[in-house]
């Protein structure tokens, strides 16, 4: 039998955005349930392997967080959602124990994740991303004495590779594959922390002991049962890096399973809200990542600005809107300054994986079709992943966009999509 | 920090409480978690439970993401190669 809850307001996902709204309208009164697949709350960002290792705005924030009176759901991962106030989670563990809530309004919270591109090798273990370096580093990997190559694009590449220095890493290649004029006028315009780290590597021209080089991506990883060297070029000259580990990201891409789900719409792969951050469907509303890659302080902003909305407390602080247009600023720019380049869709070779959930290789894909038909005729997408990994990169590669998304929405043990009843006939 | 040991394809590996099943393994030097359709190693990519490429069996319960997973004293995880 499934768990079952009552919440007036029931929040999906507890990084900074989920956090800001469940705090916001736990203190505004509400009754306010917070669902996250993690092991913490924190989300990606805010997770780390010490609480004490947390930033301050990340302790002030969770402590005040625990204080709302908020309810915090551990470990469990939302599979399925109706708009008219159900929602199912699969709990920890092994059982497929399923926990269903039935909510007055949703938050949805759930973040962003990496944007991964295929290149020759990048299947290869220990090519992973960027983000997925700082993930491993928080859940307890020693980088010590490994020699790094970090590459991709965005102000993540900076933060990762300091860490990575820190954690006894040799980093022998920070490449951004932006030219160096937009990030420049990128970084001349920012006063915070991803700002100030691009500012240093563009003035010092040098970071975490290498160069930071800019107008730079990698086009092929190589090795045998994992990585051992990555090739880079600038578009002119093509070099190699020795390399135990490759980080290679492009950017964020916000995780819009449940808001379409929903049938919340989107546009331009963002959900669309209006000033309350509610989405088009009544009673659901989306903060963070999922409205536009903006970052940390842009997810708290708006997820405050949910949080009261969701409560009944729209006008419960002026100060926010105006916060919100600062750092959606931050966003616009963001995006215009780290763009693909076009040189990054031929990266893959007729033989490249592009689906790594059923190794569908680049040739067995017709440019031609659809995303849809790409499911049924080569079964990229079709894998565990459900096209999380694939599907970005063959927007960028095609201009596939997602079509529907269905029930499961993360891959489940089968009893928890049967009925309670049918269930109770099993068990 | 509590230090323990867990089992990957019966090797003890050295682990702790705030470790994930992933982390370990990659500190003990094993970066084949499982074999793809087409018979390719492959190990963690996003670690953050969206990629499926670092899944293994954990206490006889297959496909678990292993960077979704904590370790826990005498863990027995088998890796798919």
């Known amino acids: ?427 | 920090m509590k230090r323990f040991s867990i089992f990957v394809d019966g090797q003890p590996i050295d682990a702790d409480e705030a470790a994930t099943v992933a982390a370990a393994m990659w500190n003990a030097g094993l970066s084949h978690f499982r074999t793809s359709v087409a018979g390719e190693r492959r190990g963690p990519l996003c670690a953050m439970g969206i990629c499926f490429e670092c899944r293994v069996t954990i206490d006889g319960v297959p496909h678990r993401r292993a960077c979704m997973e904590t370790c826990a004293p005498g863990m027995r995880v088998e890796t798919h190669g």
């Open chain 1, 1 to 427: 039998m499934a768990d079952r809850l009552d919440a007036q307001i029931a929040v999906v996902g507890a990084g900074p955005a989920g956090i800001a709204a469940a705090t916001r309208a736990a203190e505004a009164g509400s009754d306010v349930l917070v669902i996250d697949e993690a092991p913490g709350p924190g989300g990606q960002i805010w997770k780390h392997r010490r609480p004490e290792h947390a930033p301050r705005a990340a302790r002030k924030w969770l402590e005040r967080f625990v204080r709302s009176g908020a309810r915090l759901v551990r470990g469990a991962q939302v599979i399925a959602a109706t708009s008219d106030g159900e929602l199912r989670a699969e709990l920890p563990g092994a059982g497929g124990h399923m926990l269903d809530v039935r909510w007055g309004r949703l938050i949805l919270a759930t973040g962003a994740r990496e944007r991964f591109l295929p290149f020759p090798g990048w299947t290869l273990p220990n090519v992973i991303g960027v983000g997925a370096a700082q993930a491993l580093l928080k859940a307890g990997v020693s980088f010590q004495g490994r020699r790094v190559a970090i590459a991709g694009s965005g102000p993540l590449l900076l933060p990762a590779a300091a860490a990575l220095a820190a954690g006894g890493a040799r980093v022998g290649l920070v490449a951004e594959q932006a030219p160096f004029p937009s990030v420049a006028r990128f970084a001349g315009g920012l006063l915070r922390q991803p700002g100030k780290l691009l500012q240093a590597a563009m003035y010092r021209g040098r970071f975490a002991g290498t160069r930071y080089r800019t107008g730079t991506w990698i086009t092929s990883a190589r090795g045998d049962d994992r990585v051992r060297e990555a090739v880079y070029t600038d578009g002119n000259r093509s070099r190699t890096v020795a390399c135990d580990v490759l980080c290679c990201g492009y950017g964020l891409v916000p995780n819009l399973d449940l808001p379409m789900l929903l049938g919340c719409a989107t546009s331009a792969g963002k959900v669309v809200v209006d000033e309350r951050q509610q989405t088009s469907q009544d009673s659901i509303y989306c903060a963070g990542e999922l409205t536009g890659i903006g970052g940390v302080d842009l997810a708290l902003v708006e997820g405050e600005i949910a949080g009261l909305a969701a409560a009944g407390k729209s006008h419960g602080d002026r100060s926010l809107p105006a916060r919100r247009s600062r750092q959606a600023e931050f966003a616009a720019r963001l995006e215009a300054a780290f763009a693909l380049r076009d040189e990054l869709k031929s990266l893959a070779r007729p033989d490249t994986i592009v689906c790594r959930c059923e190794d569908v290789i680049l040739a067995r894909l017709d440019p031609r079709w659809r995303r849809r038909q790409a499911k049924l005729y080569s079964r990229a997408g079709m894998g565990p992943c459900q096209g999380r990994v694939c599907g970005p990169a063959l927007e960028f590669l095609f201009g596939w966009e997602s079509d529907t998304v269905r029930v499961p929405v993360r891959p489940t043990p089968l009893a928890g999509l049967a009925h309670k009843e049918e269930r109770a006939d099993t068990t």
